[in-house]
């Protein structure tokens, strides 16, 4: 075979004028070549640094096809198989001023005006006929060129343009490649991001053809598709200035989420800041390749290649090898085919001259001290077949890095997603009594529910009453029993000292009748403090007001009577009304009535039943939420059922200040009026607590309880200051129980006019 310093020196020797960066071969028959001995050159230089694998190589593989058919006796009898190669440069402006030598032969010159000297017509050699071409390998360069050679009918093959738009017929009708179009390359590198796990990956493509359609094929792909977004999408200006790259990196690293980065780039472009010069997709110090496997080795395919373009030249045998085939004859015959390679494998052109997609992929071990290098980790043809655990990463991990915008939400969190990109979201905290109902929303759980720990879902929230061995029941309990047993050993003493002058003197009938209702008020702590239940609120209604209805009701008919009859004996020695037993008790009686009537319409209205509060206790945290069992009675429906025990309260206490001035030895009077104001300072202090509670989330324990001790407090007041001294007497002073002189209105009137009538034994 020749090698590149023989055919230069060929090309020199053939032309009187040189052709810089071209070789050429002569023959019978001219194929054309295109490819990219020199890199693009800087600062505007046409030519760069010469390329060894993807510029000498892939024309060394041409050449080394041509000597192999020409050196084959059979296959082209008496006809040389020669060629036109030129050098791209790896720039398409440059590339396609080099390729108007392909078309030279097919223009025809108008020579009529010009004559020799001796008159005689000019004889223009024309320059061989060229009647297909081999390349080239940018896919900006193939489009340049093939924009040209399809006004002159002359087919085009390349070895390594992948751009979609070249797969238009339309446009690009006699140009055909035998690697598959960026459109499988994206699908392909969609499918590893996707088997990788990423979601976010950037973008980085060469200014032109190549690297701008690949990265928006696989834009498009990916939208399609969906589950990956683009983070950034850089392109590497045509003529990078220094520093340029290391812009683009620092722009890439803002993203650092976006791990992956998918490179559509042209080899000069990233040759320098990648292992080797091939399309990649970087991660960390790893990277992934795809190969086509069309280019199993370019000797192959440019030897198939050069096969082909003599089989379409020289057969059937009606050509001759002094005619040339016409270009639509040429391109009948290449679309579709399937041919076999020298290496043994098949090239295949669809109608659109397209090859079919088939890739192995290749990652590049740095670490892999063995064999450090690519390594093969799978294919791709239509599907993805890729083994992960041959991969290494950096520093030797084995796990693959992670590429996505937003980790994945804690149990409990919902997405809130970032506007324009459906891979980036903000995980926020159902927060409160919410749940997490879906991937994207939370909700608030039902008043009787609260959220479970995770807070994916809701459970039942625990429902609590007021237990007897609670604090808040032991105490007002306590009181509650010291107070009915200290009520019965009255009743028992009054009782078996019925006719004595003390028992008789104190007014036996509204006695019992009081001590029935201090009784009562010491009960109702009981049932306050009782499971909640319809008879149990039944009777939390009537019994909450009615003790104390009936107290002071009958207090309230002592001090009216002592009040008239001190009155009444400053005017007249005549006794008031109403003044006996049997009406004191009348007038309690309809006193009291007034309190249960009021209960009775209140059971007609809103009869009574349990409910379960859940809005009480529901502090911010909700495992500390609870429902509460109680009656249906709210903090308004209390005051009210106790407003008239009050204004009997008020009554009496305004009739105690007015008999104040009744001489002790008269009358209770006195007694009564320490009784009340004492009642009345209780109730003060029960009024800030009941309601400055409202907000505790033990609001109905300490209700209750202040309610209870507050009742139980006025009881006791009640029952020691009118009742104990009377008993002590009983009890420990028999000699002073005995009657004492009685008083008429008339010495009352004259001696004491201030004092009330009635007498009193003390």
């Not at 939208?223 to 722009?251: H, L, M, N, Y």
């Not at 080795?297 to 030249?313: D, F, Y």
Request: glycine share 6%; with cysteine.
């Amino acid at each position: 075979p020749r090698d590149v310093s023989e055919l230069t020196k060929l090309d020199i020797a053939s032309h009187q004028h040189f052709h810089p960066h071209s070789i050429k071969i002569p023959g019978d028959i001219t194929l054309g070549g295109l490819f990219p001995i020199h890199a693009r050159g800087p600062h505007g230089v046409n030519c760069g640094e010469l390329k060894k694998e993807k510029g000498i190589h892939r024309m060394e593989a041409m050449l080394y096809a041509l000597d192999q058919i020409n050196s084959d006796p059979e296959l082209l009898p008496n006809i040389t198989l020669g060629a036109r190669i030129l050098d791209t440069c790896s720039r398409d402006t440059y590339a396609l001023e080099q390729s108007l030598t392909f078309v030279q032969a097919l223009i025809q010159k108008d020579t009529s005006d010009i004559r020799c000297s001796n008159g005689e017509p000019p004889i223009i050699r024309k320059p061989e006929r060229v009647v297909g071409v081999i390349g080239a390998s940018a896919s900006s360069v193939s489009i340049m060129v093939a924009n040209i050679l399809r006004l002159f009918e002359i087919p085009q093959v390349s070895y390594a343009s992948t751009a979609p738009e070249l797969s238009d017929n339309n446009r690009y009708d006699y140009f055909s490649r035998v690697v598959p179009p960026d459109s499988y390359q994206a699908q392909a590198m969609l499918d590893i991001v996707k088997a990788m796990g990423w979601n976010y990956v950037s973008t980085l493509a060469s200014e032109g053809n190549y690297g701008e359609s690949g990265v928006d094929a696989f834009m498009q792909i990916s939208r399609e598709a969906g589950g990956v977004c683009i983070a950034q999408s850089v392109k590497i200006p045509r003529e990078p200035t220094a520093g340029e790259f290391d812009k683009i990196i620092k722009r890439l690293m803002e993203t650092s989420n976006a791990r992956g980065v998918i490179i559509f780039a042209n080899e000069d472009d990233i040759n320098t800041k990648t292992p080797e010069d091939q399309d990649v997709v970087r991660c960390t110090s790893s990277t992934l390749r795809l190969r086509g496997e069309q280019s199993f080795r370019a000797e192959s395919v440019l030897a198939v290649l050069s096969e082909k373009m003599i089989c379409i030249c020289c057969f059937p045998l009606k050509w001759r090898c002094h005619m040339w085939p016409h270009g639509d004859e040429l391109l009948k015959v290449t679309r579709p085919v399937c041919l076999a390679g020298s290496a043994g494998t098949s090239v295949l052109f669809n109608e659109n001259g397209d090859a079919p997609g088939r890739y192995d992929i290749f990652q590049f071990q740095m670490t892999n001290h063995s064999h450090p290098g690519y390594h093969v980790i799978g294919q791709w043809t239509n599907n993805l077949r890729i083994n992960v655990r041959r991969m290494q990463w950096s520093g030797g991990d084995r796990s693959v890095p992670e590429s996505i915008c937003s980790f994945p939400c804690n149990p409990g969190e919902r997405k809130k997603m970032v506007k324009g990109v459906p891979c980036c979201w903000h995980c926020e905290l159902c927060d409160g009594y919410q749940y997490q109902l879906d991937e994207f929303n939370c909700e608030t759980c039902p008043s009787d529910m609260r959220p479970v720990p995770n807070r994916t879902a809701c459970r039942p929230t625990p429902i609590i009453k007021l237990e007897w061995n609670s604090p808040w029941a032991l105490v007002p309990a306590s009181l509650a029993m010291l107070g009915i047993l200290a009520t019965s050993a009255v009743v028992i003493t009054f009782i078996r000292f019925n006719d004595t002058p003390i028992v008789r003197a104190s007014g036996r009938e509204l006695s019992y009748v009081l001590l029935t209702g201090i009784f009562l008020i010491y009960l109702i702590t009981f049932l306050m403090i009782a499971e909640p239940g319809v008879v149990v609120c039944a009777f939390r209604r009537l019994l909450l007001g009615l003790g104390m209805a009936i107290t002071y009701s009958a207090m309230l008919t002592k001090t009216n009577r002592i009040y008239r009859i001190f009155e009444q004996g400053k005017r007249s020695v005549t006794p008031p009304k109403f003044i006996s037993p049997t009406s004191q008790l009348v007038i309690t009686f309809i006193l009291v009535c007034v309190q249960v009537l009021g209960v009775f319409v209140w059971f007609g209205v809103v009869p009574p039943h349990t409910i379960i509060d859940y809005d009480e206790l529901r502090p911010p945290n909700p495992d500390l939420a609870r429902g509460i069992l109680k009656c249906d009675m709210s903090d308004l429906s209390i005051i009210c059922c106790l407003s008239y025990s009050i204004v009997l309260m008020v009554t009496c206490t305004v009739y105690a200040v007015k008999s104040r001035g009744v001489p002790e030895t008269f009358n209770e009077a006195k007694p009564i009026g320490f009784t009340m104001y004492t009642t009345c300072i209780v109730w003060l202090a029960f009024v800030p607590i009941f309601f400055g509670t409202a907000q505790s989330t033990e609001k109905l324990f300490i209700q209750t309880a202040t309610l209870t001790v507050s009742m139980s407090l006025s009881a006791s007041v009640s029952l020691g200051m009118l009742y104990m001294p009377k008993v002590y007497v009983i009890v420990f002073h028999p000699e002073q129980n005995v009657q004492k002189r009685k008083r008429s209105f008339k010495d009352v009137r004259k001696h004491n006019p201030e004092a009330a009538m009635t007498p009193t034994l003390m």
